[in-house]
């Protein structure tokens, strides 16, 4: 639990200075002619601890604080004691290459926020818990369904364009997330189709 509250504190501390200084966020975001053309690598991982508003990092660090403090201990007891800093990472990274190479050569285009990683979080729980209810908007929702239509959601706010929100990060942070643990742990595709096939609400 401890890691998830670090990442969880260290972003929000960021994110809450970026609010105030533009000049910071303007640093820390995705900008792809940046990475290209000044070589600045970090904005492929330092965009996902700067949001564009409060609601935006208080729905991404909600969803980590509940799901991150659950999934923790997988990765740092199967691939050590950063084991689970090393998959969020790795979920910034994934989710927002496509993006980056889609637009390295567009000065307009803008993208920032954790959702990406925090996808490949949720995700790996629903590899576990397929069945486990989540509360969206106080309203309990089995993990399975709330995957489907977040996805769906995803695609389609991707197709709409406009903002600085990266939906399509969603979307490839997912499949990282269940690419990543399907093969750190091949058995859990097995516990899977298990517990798909026998439906427990709220197990």
Same mark, same amino acid.
């Given at each position: 639990m401890?890691?998830?509250?670090?990442?969880?504190?260290?972003?929000?501390?960021?994110?809450?200075a970026?609010?105030?200084?533009?000049?910071?966020?303007?640093?820390?975001?995705?900008?792809?002619?940046?990475?290209?053309k000044?070589?600045?690598?970090?904005?492929?991982?330092?965009?996902?601890?700067v949001h564009?508003?409060?609601?935006?990092l208080?729905f991404?660090?909600?969803?980590?604080?509940?799901?991150?403090?659950?999934?923790?201990?997988?990765?740092?007891?199967?691939?050590g004691?950063?084991g689970f800093?090393?998959?969020?990472?790795?979920?910034l990274?994934?989710?927002?290459?496509?993006?980056?190479?889609?637009?390295?050569?567009?000065?307009?285009?803008y993208?920032?926020?954790?959702?990406?990683?925090?996808?490949?979080? @949720?995700?790996a729980?629903?590899?576990?818990?397929?069945?486990?209810?989540? @509360?969206?908007?106080?309203?309990p929702?089995?993990?399975?369904?709330?995957?489907?239509?977040?996805?769906?959601?995803?695609?389609?706010?991707?197709?709409?364009g406009?903002?600085?929100?990266?939906h399509?990060?969603?979307s490839?942070?997912?499949?990282?997330?269940?690419?990543?643990?399907?093969?750190?742990?091949?058995?859990?595709?097995?516990?899977?189709?298990?517990?798909?096939?026998?439906p427990?609400?709220?197990?």
């Amino acid at each position: 639990m401890l890691t998830t509250l670090a990442i969880l504190a260290i972003t929000c501390i960021v994110s809450f200075a970026a609010f105030k200084d533009r000049k910071l966020m303007q640093r820390l975001l995705l900008w792809p002619p940046a990475v290209e053309k000044k070589h600045e690598y970090w904005r492929l991982v330092s965009y996902g601890l700067v949001h564009a508003d409060g609601q935006h990092l208080l729905f991404n660090m909600i969803t980590l604080f509940f799901f991150g403090r659950a999934m923790e201990g997988l990765y740092n007891f199967a691939l050590g004691p950063l084991g689970f800093v090393g998959f969020y990472l790795g979920g910034l990274l994934v989710s927002i290459l496509p993006t980056y190479i889609k637009n390295r050569h567009n000065p307009n285009y803008y993208s920032l926020g954790a959702s990406g990683a925090v996808s490949a979080v @949720l995700f790996a729980f629903i590899l576990w818990r397929p069945w486990s209810m989540i @509360l969206v908007f106080v309203i309990p929702v089995p993990a399975i369904l709330y995957a489907i239509a977040f996805l769906a959601y995803s695609i389609y706010m991707d197709h709409r364009g406009g903002g600085y929100v990266n939906h399509s990060a969603h979307s490839w942070g997912a499949a990282y997330g269940i690419v990543f643990t399907v093969l750190m742990d091949p058995r859990i595709t097995v516990v899977f189709m298990q517990q798909l096939m026998h439906p427990g609400f709220g197990g």
